[in-house]
Each structure stands twice: as structure tokens, then as C-alpha cells.
């Protein structure tokens, strides 16, 4: 795998909470890449460190120790200030919450458009951007996740997270989301990382992990 391959690389991430006899190890020594145009599931029990895992890569939480790198750059490794990380989050990365978080009053193009206009863009091109992105997922509307997604794609990230996505919706509509998520991935040759309890869609995944007691592991076809 070449280098300009990789969208997203971790080494050695560990997370701990707390010290002492209060220690828990969240993550423990995770290292993984995932490549441009690559979805990924990473499946395991409540508590298994996959949503520890997914926030540090995100740069959201961030862990103890490890280095992680996205399209090369290092942007945990020490060397780079708080404020760095959120402009680069904000630049580079895409993210779907459980909760779609999206605001309930704003029509699905409205929650699109404003997260672009909370970046810098000027009303009118965000707008456009925003329509492009709801025809591209075609019919966005049928499912509250779908301008989630659209909304973490708008100011089009090399990497999109995705925590627990489908856990509200009926087997059709997961699917039609994790289907989303790989065209989304192998057409516009970004790199997703979804953490997932449902077993039903993930024959539509290029590649699956599983986590147990904060250790990770590629999962294999025998399993």
C-alpha cells in the first residue's frame, strides 16, 4: 500500500481515564489504515473502546498516547496545538452522530447549508452546495440521517465518521444508509469509518475490524 494511498493511519493509540486503582484503558495499542475509497465497519460490544477510537481519530477526543495521521500529515504526534486540530478537523473530516444533531426547525437543505455558512461560505454558494449534495444522495429526505450525512459532507472531507448511524431505523432504511456510505466512499474516493452494532448490512463494507476490551483486530471471513 503507497503512501498516497492512505487517507487515514493510527499507531499505537491507547486511551486512559482516570490513574490508579480508578484506571480504565479505554483503547489500548490500536494501529490501522484505511485507504482512500475504503469503508470500513468496526463492530464490538458496548464498552469496547469503538467509539473511544472513532473520537480520536476525529480529533475530538483525544488520546493519551499514539500518533495519527490523515492523508500523511501528523496531526497527533505532539507537535500540533488544539487549535491546529480544530481547523484541521473542521477542514478534513466529516462526522455522523448517533444523533443526527441536526436542528429541527431548518429544512434538510437549511441544515446543510448553514454548517457550510459556519465555515466561511458566503450564503448563495453554500446553498448551491448543499443542493448538489442532497441530489447526489438522492432522495435525502426520506430519512432524517441522510442530511446528517450531507451535512458531513459539505465541505467535502477526505475522511467521514460515522458512530452508530442506523441504530433508530428499520432494516431498509439502515442499509440504504450503509449503501450510502460506500458510494460515498468508492465514488468520491473518501475514506469512512463506521462504528456499528448491525449485522444485517455488512456485506456492503470493504473492510471489517472488531473491538473487545480496547484492542482491535481485522476480522476475518472464517469468524
Known sequence: MSE??????TQG???IYGSGNTQVIAMEDVTLRVKHGEVVALLGPSGAGKSTLLTSVGLINLPTS????????????????LTDLTRFRRNHIGYVFQKSNLIPFLSALENVQIALELNG???????????ELLR?????DRAA????????????PSLILADE???ALDSQRGRQVMELFSKVAHEQQGAVIVVTHDHRALD???TIYEMEDGRIRLKTTQD
Do not use: C
Open 4 to 9: 498516497n494511498q492512505i487517507a487515514v493511519e
Open 13 to 15: 493509540l491507547t486511551k
Open 66 to 81: 499514539g500518533k495519527v495521521m490523515i492523508n500523511g500529515t501528523p496531526v497527533i504526534d505532539g507537535a500540533r496545538s
Open 121 to 131: 461560505w458566503l450564503a448563495p454558494k453554500a446553498k448551491k452546495r448543499a443542493i
Open 136 to 140: 447526489y444522495l438522492d432522495m435525502a
Open 145 to 156: 440521517n441522510y442530511p446528517a450525512v450531507a451535512r458531513a459532507l459539505a465541505n467535502r
Open 165 to 167: 448511524p442506523t441504530a
Open 204 to 206: 456492503v463494507f470493504d
